[in-house]
């Protein structure tokens, strides 16, 4: 943290109502095994899962499902044991309501783990074997970014990290998974983050947790108490304390230049769900199959934390928290940053952390007004954009104009959104340019290619009337020649003949 | 462009709003500025509240005018405040006892040409109160220079209701028995008339300024404290930063120090420019605009500045005795400039916007 900072407080984002309580103090429960699992091929950044079973085949719990496709993908495993009974479409956990393909189990509710064996002892082993493990066993980044972690550690290895940040902040409100998850598992928290710091060659740890969370940092502290190099840092609760680059500064006090990977400055972030997962992966070896998500909200009874099977509906989650009425919004993630469902027929993914259920008066979407140029958006920007003007920019259609007020560097946090007197949606609006722009660019990119490949053909054509022409040219030359040539020999015979005669 | 991503119940996150509105700032500059405006009352009599109930009426009327005619529902905007809020700036601004064409016509002004014509709340480039008090001081100067004595509701010679609206319809009966000249523009009549300070303000019935606020001036602009204490509370509430006023009452206060040391016989003291014309209420209430004062600290810093310096010139160096209105609308043209020349660093990134060198941060 810089001085100003320490003085005067952080001057960058919200602070919203938290709203984690009493969710985050009520124990955490397995969720009964639901009729159904329908578990996403897709539940990571990357390539789909590639399906290696068939329907009607038994599968255990644990057992591979799908391998991962290409550089950039994670392999997909059977959350319980029971029968492949269809492999097809569900509909996204997103506001498009898209299908993506999924593999339906019916359990057999014995949810018997397929044999599985640990390392004893991680530290001895290489680091890439390491990241062959947890690449193997799927894990994720569960902060919801699901980025695959053995990518990352790589990325580490080649980057010479020397610092390995530990996310703890649990940012947004509502949620508690990670509050949870640090409480009731704070050392094999701790063993996740040894083992990463050795995968990545880290030398120390610096666990960052919002203070608004005193039971788990008192946990993490005690489990991290015999690790000299282990820091558990308790950072002011602010949102959004959790994005990899506001964490970073609070803790390093390092800004991540514009156009480079935290890890090209020696940091790399990982989240404590995920170093937790590691942990299991590596000592246990059991892949990634479930996680703890907070189901909280005005339209649930009983909000909790629960331990849910990958591949769960959310309406069957719903449906054990002692639901009150039909929720008018549900949202999968945060309320700052969360997606909003089309309905409860979607499956939970790696990333989900949350479902929030909202109740009529929590779902009140206000009606946008004009912008008062108030300036409350600029002072919450945790980037230091100016998003009214951005919107000012996208509402006129100059997408190159908003560009230039740095609309690239907006992480879509959702504090402007939040702050505005007015209502107005900006980050809608930003992600709308967004989306625009890297049409155009895919557009430009496809015209340039078709140029050139035009430009290709109108060169070869007229290389080739050249060459015919020049062929044509030689042809005749040689017609020509061999005429000549001709006529020559018969005037010599002429001659000859003549000669003879005379 | 696909207008429909702007109309449509938006699908993106954030799915939480704080509980805030345009109407509640609106209301809470209200009630900031409620006190200095009783006291005005109180001190002016039954014709500056039916001028300030005029203006803002006439204010009301221009933008619902506008509206209509603009095809839109009138009601749901004047429901956010801002309409009142200029009215009830632009009569605090004028002379308290002047006629009730005044009031209409700068409270039109103000809706009609100082905010509906560029696209109503949030559009306009200009203060609209300090349009119309422009409008008026160019296009009316006699009225708009007329001050009266303070003259308490509770005195026995105050006029009363009936007589109250008697000079706001008819005009003063006699302006040569209440009317005389605010400090401001007193001291400047005095000097131009080679008469220096220190003999004008110590003469028989110079004006003065006080810090209770019982002067001669416009309707409320006299009662500093009490509107110090307005300033005070939207800066307690974060719906105003400290960078505006501060800057402001820098920016005339500085000069008038430096002044007033060169040469005290001509050029007023800072405690005489801050409490004198609309100094208190300018800094806090009128250069604070949202819609037309930049976005930035940095930028701020400048605007205010730039509020209180080019006021100080023109109450001293001018043609008129007090330069805020002035001075805010000039200033107004430079916030485009001032928002553009200093935009905040975007993190990762130096002042250019080029990114930040890795090797360096490492």
Known sequence: MGLMERIFGISWGVHPDDHKRPAADVPLRRMPLPARLYVPLQQHVGGAGRPIVLVGQQVLKGQLLAEPQGNISAPIHAPTSGTVVAIGEVTAPHPSSLPFAAITIAPDNEDRWLETTGVADPFALEPAEITKLVAAAGVVGLGGATFPSSVKFSLGKRCEVTTLIVNGGECEPYLSCDDRLMRDYAAEVIDGVRIIMHAIGARQALVGIENNKPEATAAMKKAAEAFANIHIRPVPARYPMGSDKQLIQTLTGKEVPADCRAAELGVLVHNVSTACAVHRAVRLGQPLVERIMTVNGGAVGKPGNLLVPLGALVEDILACCEPLGEPVRLVMGGPMMGNLLPHGRVPVVKGTSGILAFNAAEAVTPEAGPCIRCGSCTKACPMGLLPLEMAARVRAGDLTGADNYGLKDCIACGCCSYICPSHIPLVQYFNHAKGELSAQQRTKLRQDATKVLAQARVERQEREVKEKAIAAAARKAARNAARAAAAAATNAAASASEGATT | ?362
């Open chain 2, 1 to 362: 462009m696909n207008s429909s991503i702007f109309s449509a119940a938006p699908l993106s996150a954030p799915h939480a709003h704080i509980d805030a509105s345009v109407s509640r700032v609106m209301r809470w500059v209200m009630a900031a500025l409620a006190p200095a405006t009783l006291y005005g009352f109180w001190l002016f009599g039954w014709p500056a509240i039916d001028l300030w109930l005029i203006t803002v009426l006439a204010t009301l009327f221009g933008e619902a005018l506008c509206l209509r005619l603009a095809g839109r529902r009138a009601l749901p905007v004047l429901g956010d405040g801002s309409a009142i809020l200029t009215g009830w700036l632009l009569a605090l601004s004028l002379p308290p006892w002047a006629p009730w064409w005044v009031g209409v016509f700068g409270g039109l002004f103000a809706a009609v040409f100082g905010k509906q014509v560029f696209g109503g709340l949030g559009q306009n480039p200009f203060n609209p109160a300090m349009v119309a008090r422009v409008a008026l001081l160019i296009s009316f100067p006699v009225p708009m220079t007329l001050w009266v004595a303070p003259l308490p509701i509770t005195a026995a010679t105050a006029p009363g209701f009936v007589a109250g609206l008697h000079i706001l319809f008819h005009g003063l009966p006699n302006v040569d028995a209440v009317a005389s000249a605010s400090v401001l523009g007193f001291a400047k009549t005095e000097l131009t008339r080679g008469i220096d300070l220190f003999h004008s303000l110590l003469g028989a019935g110079a004006p003065h300024t006080a810090i209770s606020g019982f002067r001669q001036g416009s309707l409320g602009e006299s009662a500093s404290l009490l509107l110090a204490g307005g300033g005070l509370l939207l800066l307690g509430l974060r719906i105003i930063s400290w960078h505006i006023p501060v800057a402001m009452l820098v920016g005339i206060a500085g000069p008038a120090l430096i002044m007033h040391q060169i040469d005290p016989t001509h050029y007023l003291d800072a405690a005489t420019h801050l409490l004198a014309g609309g100094a208190i209420l300018g800094a806090f209430f009128i250069a604070t605009d949202y819609v037309t004062s930049p976005n930035t600290k940095g930028g701020q810093i400048v605007f205010g500045f730039g509020c209180g310096f080019l006021t100080y010139v023109i109450r001293t160096w001018g043609g008129y005795p007090e330069g805020v209105a002035f001075a805010v609308i000039l200033m107004n043209t430079l916030t485009p400039v001032i928002d553009r020349v200093m935009m905040p660093r975007i993190y990762g990134r130096d002042r250019r916007g080029t990114p930040l060198e890795p090797d360096r941060v490492r």
